[in-house]
């Protein structure tokens, strides 16, 4: 059986009519006149099949049927009125839905803030976050499963055929056990002695998920006559912290991590010259939605601010 169809006005018109009890000023209301109101209630009720009113010379009521009908048709109303407003906010970039991958590096010290005063600004939009390594954000992208990413790459190895904005530059630390002679056997401000580095084991990501830096590791090893000894390999930062301070190895850390203050494990400044690490936000240039515009904008925004 096919489900009667009725159209807004005749909703419009039987709420003035339930709220007024009175048709003729029901009417006036609506800006017509009373005749074809009354007739406009006659159809709606016989398309419903049931009274939604009970009229008599001297009142209007309505029925217990026209009652628990209004608060649902107040409710269609109010949404009905709200929706060009809501599509010119999406269309704006000020509401909808927002898919951010990002690398746990991040959130050490730059998203939470961009996150927040997002959310203010915008409260609108519905901020998904996602904590993803490259490679994963890169397949993510590529489906369509999220609008953007944030993810860390050797300077100037971002990955091709994505728009992107480089929002931190920084060099790499090691990451020492604190009991450990290097982290020790000079001030705490001065790079760690090149030669003792080699030779120590190493804890480290796998190259899938990062390789331009992982490269640029190795290479660091191979420019000094010497290969890299890997004892561990952990997906996440915090876990090669969390490894470094059970002594499995040492470990070349974005200086950001430096803000994971992990018992057992010290932060140094690595040999010269240290290799340094890119992060971007990436996107894809034929799907970049208003509301990622948005997001794009505001990044850009905040850093122009921490640079002012």
Do not use: K
Request: charged content about 20%; overall charge positive.
């Amino acid at each position: 059986m096919n489900e009667p169809v009725i159209d807004m006005r005749a909703w419009r018109q039987f709420v003035a009519v339930a709220e007024e009890l009175h048709f003729g000023r029901a009417a006036q209301r609506l800006h017509m006149t009373q005749p074809p109101l009354t007739q406009a209630i006659a159809n709606l009720e016989r398309t419903l099949g049931l009274r939604l009113f009970d009229r008599t010379q001297r009142r209007v009521q309505l029925t217990p049927a026209g009652a628990a009908l209004l608060p649902g048709a107040r409710d269609l109303l109010q949404r009905a009125q709200q929706l060009p407003r809501q599509a010119q906010a999406v269309a704006a970039g000020e509401a909808g839905r927002l898919r951010l991958a990002f690398v746990s590096t991040v959130g050490f010290g730059l998203l939470p803030p961009w996150v927040r005063s997002f959310r203010q600004r915008y409260p609108q939009v519905a901020l998904e976050l996602i904590e993803a390594t490259g490679d994963v954000q890169l397949a993510a992208l590529a489906r369509g499963d999220i609008d953007a990413g944030l993810l860390l790459h050797a300077p100037g190895a971002a990955p091709a055929g994505l728009a992107r904005l480089v929002v931190a530059q920084e060099p790499l630390l090691l990451a020492l056990p604190e009991q450990h002679p290097l982290a020790r056997a000079q001030p705490a401000h001065a790079p760690v002695d090149a030669a003792a580095v080699w030779d120590e084991p190493l804890v480290i990501f796998p190259r899938l998920i990062l390789p331009s830096l992982h490269d640029a590791i190795v290479e660091r090893y191979r420019a000094a006559g010497r290969a890299p000894q890997v004892a561990q390999e952990a997906i996440q930062m915090q876990t090669i912290v969390n490894l470094v301070s059970a002594e499995l190895g040492i470990a070349w850390v974005p200086q950001s991590v430096r803000q994971f203050q992990r018992p057992g494990v010290v932060y140094r400044a690595a040999p010269a010259p240290a290799p340094t690490c890119e992060t971007s936000l990436v996107w894809r240039a034929d799907a970049c939605p208003p509301v990622l515009q948005r997001w794009v904008a505001h990044v850009q925004a905040a850093q122009a601010g921490a640079e002012g």
